[in-house]
């Protein structure tokens, strides 16, 4: 029984099952940051319509060209964020009015919320005998643990307004934690934080990988792979200066504002690809020697599809990276961002490849599938 709503009930692929007669389906809503491309995200807010397919969106901006056509069925609102010039575009700059757009949000008919939250969107006012639900990527990254990072990269003007702007979205941020019943949190780096800056418990719910996409290959060839965004915190310069050093191959698939530059200063055995299409990402996957991760991620998708690929991860042993790599047994962690001691994980990748076994890696990356998410959150919302 859902105690959510009384006499609402999920059958075993979580759609609502036939309710007693007399008793109403409780209206669902789903609150997101912003909906302008398809990330980890707003993977999860597929997954979350899965479950709840008759539930409404609600997010600061809107391109409906840039989702997935699961997202575009679904009735999405937007806060008044969507009206203003250029929002699409430069959302960001929006960040100090989105707390008054969500609080301007009208929730008095839904009897479940469920947040999605990484930039604004927990903080949304619901009915008084309604459920708030928080799925949580991660506290705001810009105004926490990274702000300085942040500021430090931000052009003059926005440089002298972040302290004072940010100084109170911290203070919106802790005192709208306490409008969310129960908090879930991608990994347990997130929980920690969940726990640093808001003072809440959560429980580990990890984000739905579809494992079941990827697969082994009986070839593998020689060279290491990275994937993801060319940013700053992404650390793809780490990758290239240690590959520069060892001289084995590399190949860095992604784009970014370093690309430029990272080209500029690799040596011959790193190859750079700006985009792959997902066949092409698959048999690169499972063909690769091993992962290269070089982000402290919140939870990081992308070594859950290398072991489902069937191959090891050379990772920073941080953040989410801690909760999805077995060490010695699906990869090789090292301690410190420095390019020596990434040159050091993939010397001794290359002895611990040796004796790796791919089933391992395919059965530690089962435990993310999608499939084990929807279990989660089903029993997630509906003990509390």
């Not at 909906?35 to 409906?64: C, F, N, Q």
């Not at 593998?220 to 520069?244: E, S, T």
């Not at 939870?299 to 060490?327: I, K, N, Q, W």
Request: with cysteine; proline share 6%.
């Amino acid at each position: 029984m859902n105690l959510l709503a009384p006499g609402f009930v999920a059958d075993a692929v979580g759609t609502p099952a036939i309710l007693p007669r007399g008793v109403s389906k409780p209206r669902v809503a789903i609150v997101h940051y912003w909906l302008v491309a398809m990330r980890g995200g707003e993977r999860v807010i597929e997954r979350l319509l899965g479950l709840y397919p008759d539930a409404d969106i609600l997010t600061h901006v809107y391109d409906p060209a840039a989702v997935s056509a699961r997202i575009r069925a679904a009735t999405v609102r937007t806060s008044f964020i969507n009206r203003l010039p250029y929002a699409r575009k430069f959302y960001q700059y929006y960040l100090p009015l989105m707390p008054m757009a969500l609080e301007e949000l009208d929730l008095s008919g839904y009897d479940i919320v469920i947040s999605s939250e990484a930039g604004p969107a927990k903080g949304v006012i619901t009915a008084p005998n309604a459920k708030h639900f928080c799925y949580c990527h991660s506290p705001m990254r810009y105004i926490w643990d990274h702000y300085h990072q942040y500021r430090k990269e931000a052009n003059l003007l926005a440089r002298m307004a972040m302290p004072t702007m940010y100084h109170r979205l911290r203070e919106w941020d802790v005192s709208s934690s306490a409008r969310v019943d129960h908090f879930a949190a991608n990994s347990s780096f997130i929980q920690q934080r969940i726990r640093k800056f808001w003072r809440r418990e959560a429980e580990v719910i990890h984000p739905p990988v579809e494992t079941s996409l990827f697969s082994p290959s009986s070839e593998i060839d020689d060279f290491y792979l990275w994937v993801g965004q060319m940013v700053p915190y992404k650390r793809p310069d780490l990758a290239v200066d240690a590959f520069n050093a060892n001289g084995l191959p590399l190949v860095m698939v992604g784009s970014g504002g370093m690309a430029k530059a990272l080209k500029a200063r690799a040596r011959p055995n790193i190859r750079f690809v700006s985009n792959l299409d997902f066949a092409t990402l698959r048999q690169t996957y499972a063909r690769a020697r091993a992962l290269v991760m070089t982000a402290e991620e919140d939870f990081g998708l992308t070594p859950v599809e290398a072991m489902a690929s069937g191959r090891p991860v050379v990772g920073l042993g941080r953040g989410g990276l801690l909760d999805s790599v077995v060490p010695d047994r699906t990869g090789v962690l090292f301690e410190r961002q420095e390019v020596e001691d990434l040159i050091e994980a993939v010397s001794r990748m290359e002895h611990f490849l040796r004796d790796f076994d791919p089933r391992h890696a395919v059965e530690q990356a089962d435990r993310f599938s999608a499939a084990r998410f929807d279990r989660k959150i089903r029993r997630f919302t509906q003990i509390h």
